[in-house]
């Protein structure tokens, strides 16, 4: 189990062009999402006093803003987390005294969060790594420098020391980090599809790859998922590739995704917007059906009742922050894709 220790935080907002035209809705769209500070929080932070600006206090959720405003946000957080050590079974694709790669199962949370306070891969890290972690920040625990989807399976890399640490998080932020995942949508995003050539930030480049680029922040009404924004949220680029097609006419596809930058639900968002969500998704895919007449009733019913999105963190490449070595790491398909595309080609 976790237990939060509550320390006082300061975090400076400067509000970005156009802003919304009130204090909320700009706190809402400018304070980065890893804060975790959602609108009825900032609300209540507003309304206690606990936003200022330039030492005087906003208490109006209302007051004007402007480009270039430094907000500034008093809030107390827990500071750290003491998360215990489990003993879960992990995959570790390779590790050294400054990093581990995993290759993680579909069904595993991350990081502990109030829906999930055990049963992660942190937890299981501090039991694997032990006394092999140096510390990240003062503190030994593993330094997660990027996440993929609790359903989402595959390939990511934990920093064990603070070098280790501050040299990848650079390369995530510098969208040198190579990340290609392989995915089942439903459909064919092919660039002979004129539907295709007419959405917001679709674009086909050499080889028939199709090229999202538009901004994504969390949806207006649904703070739980992320949405194409036309305004707003941050920049993001998806690169699609079309590896397989099933079906007469093509019911569906398998892909290959690469991210040049990673937002949250980045691929899941874009796939969704070019109207070829991803078969199982819950959230995006909506209640897209297969065609009985293009794939067969065994499809149909075999992406049905596929319990979670078909996506799978396949290839992982980065620069060793010690060495300086460039690592490449491949993890193949897990069964459940693996018996999915075998229905679909049959």
Known sequence: MST?????????????????????????????????LTRSR??????????????????????RVAEGDEIEIAFAEPAEVATAPQ???????HEDDELVVIDKPAGMVVHPAPGAPSGTLVNALL?????????????KRPGIVHRIDKETS???????TD???????AQFAAHSVERQYCAIVFGLPDAGDPRLHGLAGLSFEPGGVLRIATRIGRHP?????????????????????VVEAFGQPPAAALVECWLETGRTHQIRVHLAHAGHGLIGDPVYGGRRRLSERAVGAAA???????????LHAATLGFVHPATGETLRFSSPLPDDMVRLLATLRG
């Not at 220790?5 to 999402?33: C, H, Q």
């Open 4 to 36: 939060p220790i509550s320390t006082p935080r300061r975090l400076t907002v400067i509000i970005g062009p156009n802003p919304p035209d009130r204090l909320d809705k700009a706190l809402v769209r400018d304070t980065p999402e890893a804060e975790g």
């Open 42 to 63: 900032l609300a209540k932070l507003i309304a206690a006093g606990g936003v200022a600006r330039r030492g005087e206090p906003l208490t109006e959720p209302r007051a």
């Open 87 to 93: 003993a879960i079974p992990l995959s570790i694709v």
């Open 127 to 139: 039991a694997h790594c032990g006394d092999s972690l140096s510390g990240i920040g003062g503190e």
């Open 154 to 160: 595959g390939l990511l890399v934990v920093a064990k």
């Open 163 to 169: 070098r280790a640490h501050a040299a990848l998080a």
């Open 221 to 241: 009404t649904d703070r739980q998922r992320q949405a194409v924004l036309a305004s707003g949220g941050r920049h993001a680029v998806t690169r699609v590739r």
């Open 300 to 310: 149909v019913e075999a992406a049905a009742a596929f319990p979670r999105q078909a």
